[in-house]
């Protein structure tokens, strides 16, 4: 167990060649959103578009693409076939990372669109929320995960996953257990997350703050790992730099909120100074 | 009679422990908009989503859904059976604390959809506007509210629930009276506003100013109630905190604008250092 | 003719009472809009909101309804027979103060509709833009103006009104002329805007600056007229103070932007300070 | 090959006179946006409207429309007859400069559409994106452009354009003969964008940053060469001035995010300050 230090999330921090353009970032892929739920695609996308991605398209039902164009202009959207949920795959030729989860739900379609991702895509996976809860149902398909896919639960997801309710102490145990058997990484979320390689390291983090106890902020750091990916970095770094960016984020976002108004947004109007930041430590 | 101070309302304010989550901060319901009124779903919602609940879904016609996706994306929605307001009961199970009556008009499946999450309602209510009016346009329904209800009119709507029109003096000694008789909290609102508990004290409130003489900041109100309540406060610090608090992020909010330009919205993006003052009082 | 200072101004400007309520700052409707224009209704909407009406009810098609609300959820929404245009009169008797014409088209019912309006109103109106150019095609309306209305046309509106193209001397002239037969009040927009009132006086404004020179300037001086006249101004204050605070907010506005880049929500945005900033005149 | 200089830059703006008004500063059409990619449209329109245009009227598939309407109510827009992509050409006679191009897609009737576009316009047009990707599949098309027509390409485009891929050096030589040949400015984008005139001189770039790379950036420069073409400005100041702010508006907007989390609408809110910071070059 290692408390990742800020000078160490500094130095995952890639320099940007002044010869960059938008296709050195990557084109990111989020699916995400359904009826009730399509904030949580804004979350992740918004989140994303302002992680490193070059481009992000948002694979969503027709009911959710003008609330995904009203939220932020740089998105492009790509509608689902079904209306109202996730229901068909997408071709996957065009994405160098891709983030599922946030707000899917469980429809039948929804599973069997998730079953045919994870066998199709050639790149790392980000899974979070429905995603891991449909992963939880199809424990089978985690040996299929692309390698070095990133898991983010939270405590009640994790449970499912790990098939029944564990201390703070054997959650760390079994999270590095399934790391290592599934090539996978995978980031328990929390007061103090824990990130888990697929090599049995774990790193702890050190940001974050009970404000962030609030919906959305998962959808958060769904869309800042996906970023990352899309720009260029390994899952390693893209994991671990986001967890702490994340909290940092939620620090800094605290200067003009309260732990009881703090929301996701505000993490996200962060996220420029939270990697600034890391200058400076 | 007694005057709420800033030290007394700070007291009430909760330390958050490290390791909650928002699932510590309960799930808040809001039932509120109709046509042509939606916006007042979308400041009840928003002031909840930022006064500490952990989750805050909005059950509203479809016709309003996407205002409120597009108002935050932190919001879940789930639609009601009619498309233009309220007019039937969801699930109740899943939330810690329910704020009603903001916009949501007088049409009769609204009145029976009220009068079934009166008689349903495991938890507190928080009753405003037209859920005041329909109440006191069925004054037997009044011993049946759930014990430690909230009733938030402002003075209109509490010369309608007490039957008659009243001075000033009157008005508390009726507040008073009706709830020491219900078991609820009545919270009168105006320039000094007064809250009434069902133990025969009252408090009055110390903040706020006349730039708040405008439309949506009571929905606004109903919204930080309601949030504290799934936050685990009992009504009684709910009310008073909410009462102390909304009035505060309205002066906060004068700092930038002036008596005439100052709307609700101006004190939703106040209520963060609102909270916060509290610690200086 | 006189200069307006802003020591003038400031004089106009009402102190609040500390026991006002919404009702006392009175009902404002705003009539504008159409298919393509319904950014115009957002802007004299929002004007209106933020200079001082108690409650906004904005009359339009269906079609802009959820723009209206997305813009600001403090305003009610009123919605028209025809769901692309101002088509129909609504019940008049709730409101204190009435602004037309901005974006409002000049369809045959659109026609009818405002002539219904001039004749029904028992409040002075606030006419601009296209209300303006239908009054220039039917200019024995102008006598039946509810006494005290206000019209704000742009040099070329007014040229319709006058029935020819006149200087700027002449104009001037002109506008005192109509001002006086038919006892209303006519701002005449531009670089140096001129108020005419019905008994000959004319005032000439002292705010403004060259980067207000674009597309929705004048929706927000309806907005802000009205909401004035809501908020029991007197028709003489309301457009006097509207017209130099609007001047007043695009000149502090401009702080943050450059003449090429301010826009009417910027100088929406600083209503506040502009209202505040007579304090110091 | 020249730098372009700040002073140079700032020499290049124009004084706006007081007696100006929103006539004086033109009336600009975006044609921009399909189906899953309005936000270009958005941010085309919002940078021309903060780009010194009078008027700016969007022309867009009605599926798009409330979109821009909830974007920036100073907009006015204009529905294509098609709902979803850009299908018909409008009556072009009001307008004083027109972009074409972000997002528009190379569905048939937007190719015929681009067609008669160039076969009708009066004004030079800005032409980006898909516009450029159609011009390259109709090379006999550059010929009848508007003299004084500026287009936009990245290298991906310019490589399409210039019918094969070129070294950074050979790419600065064809676009200068494409320039010469034709009549047009050509705004080759990148780390330092070359903007090379019909008279075979050729500007270079000295703002801008690589948080620029990323998605929304051209759509944005179209928008404000666009608006200063409709502000008056010639082709060679418009095309020269535009490419100087727009990177300057990258490196000021980058001083409150990160590499990483820039986006284009960041570049938008800080066109003001870009625009006024001339004045200290």
């Known amino acids: 167990f290692h408390y990742l230090t800020g000078s160490e999330a500094a130095e995952m921090r890639k320099v940007r060649g002044t010869y960059s353009h ?17 904030g ?13 991605a070059g481009l992000v398209t948002t694979h969503i039902g027709t009911q959710g693409a003008d609330i995904l164009h009203n939220a932020m202009p740089e998105l492009m959207i790509q509608h689902d076939k079904a209306g109202t949920h996730f229901s068909n795959l997408p071709d996957l030729s065009d994405y160098d990372a891709i983030g599922v989860g946030p707000g899917i739900g ?15 895509a050639k790149v790392p996976l980000v899974l979070d929320a429905d995603a891991l809860n449909i992963l939880a149902d199809n ?16 405590p009640g997801e994790f449970s499912r996953l790990a098939g029944s309710k564990l201390s703070h102490f054997e959650s760390i145990e079994k999270q590095r257990e399934i790391s290592q058997k599934n090539g996978i990484y995978i980031l328990l979320k929390g007061a103090n997350s824990s990130l888990s390689f697929p090599d049995g390291r774990v790193l702890i983090n050190s940001t974050g703050n009970p404000g962030m106890a609030s919906g959305g ?23 671990a730099l986001a967890m702490f960016v994340h909290g940092r984020a ?4 605290l200067k003009n909120q309260s732990v009881e108004s703090l929301v996701a947004s505000d993490l996200i109007d962060n996220l420029g100074k939270a990697f600034e930041s890391l200058s400076h430590d």
């Not at 939620?250 to 976002?253: F, I, K």
Request: with cysteine; charged share 20%; glycine share 12%.
């Open 250 to 253: 939620g620090d800094l976002a």
């Open 217 to 239: 902020m998962g959808d958060t750091l769904t869309g800042i790992i996906t970023g990352l990916l899309a720009a260029q970095y390994k899952p390693l770094e893209a994991a």
């Open 40 to 52: 949580a695609a804004v979350l992740a996308s918004k989140a994303c578009l302002r992680s490193g």
């Open 106 to 120: 469980k429809s039948d379609d929804t599973v069997r669109a998730l079953k045919l991702l994870i066998q199709e």
């Open 22 to 38: 938008k296709g050195t970032y990557g084109h990111a892929l989020i699916i995400a959103g359904a009826e009730g739920k399509w």
């Open 139 to 154: 424990l089978t398909w985690m040996a299929f995960l692309p390698k070095g896919s990133i898991l983010t639960p939270h």
